[in-house]
């Protein structure tokens, strides 16, 4: 085993779905999510509403994707980076310390899992009615933006429970 960088294996996770995990020597999870991503990708058309949605054409981009196909993206994509991040970090910290470490971002992720799902189903259309926010009718901005969103108030979450959690400890 040999250091590797975190941000490097999220990015990697980033750009495609199991890169992270081949960058981190775990090529046959890196391999399966790989094909996960390409199936998923061919069978929701989600490459297609990209491409009109980065056009401008937002109700085609919205009309073309196949919803049941494409909420299953938004979790191996998520998944993929929390993974490989941690996975990056407990490599790092047994180079070090012989042991692993704890994980990291879970709310961060878990929360973007769910606002990207519920972004890509519900497109926040009576936002998208507003001339400057008519890129939110496309299922792919939206559910970015949501994503992002609640990525945060995960990451929060996790955070006041981590405190809550440390205080009962303490006291």
Do not use: C
Request: charged residues 10%; aromatic residues 20%.
């Amino acid at each position: 085993m040999e250091y590797k960088h975190p941000v490097a294996a999220l990015v990697w996770s980033f750009a495609l779905p199991g890169f992270g995990q081949i960058y981190n020597g775990q090529l046959v999870l890196g391999i399966i999510l790989v094909l996960l991503e390409l199936i998923i990708n061919q069978y929701s058309l989600l490459n297609i509403s990209i491409f009109y949605s980065f056009h401008g054409d937002f109700q085609l981009g919205h009309d073309v994707i196949n919803y049941q196909w494409g909420m299953y993206y938004p979790s191996i994509w998520a998944f993929s980076m929390w993974h490989a991040y941690n996975k990056s970090i407990s490599i790092n910290h047994y180079l070090n310390e012989g042991k692993n470490k704890k994980i990291y971002l879970t709310g961060f992720f878990f929360g973007g899992v769910f606002g990207m799902n519920l972004g890509i189903y519900w497109h926040v259309f009576f936002l998208s009615t507003i001339g400057t926010f008519s890129f939110l009718a496309s299922p792919v901005f939206s559910g970015l933006l949501t994503g992002i969103a609640f990525s945060f108030i995960g990451h929060l979450f996790e955070k006041i429970l981590l405190h809550v959690r440390t205080h009962k400890q303490i006291t």
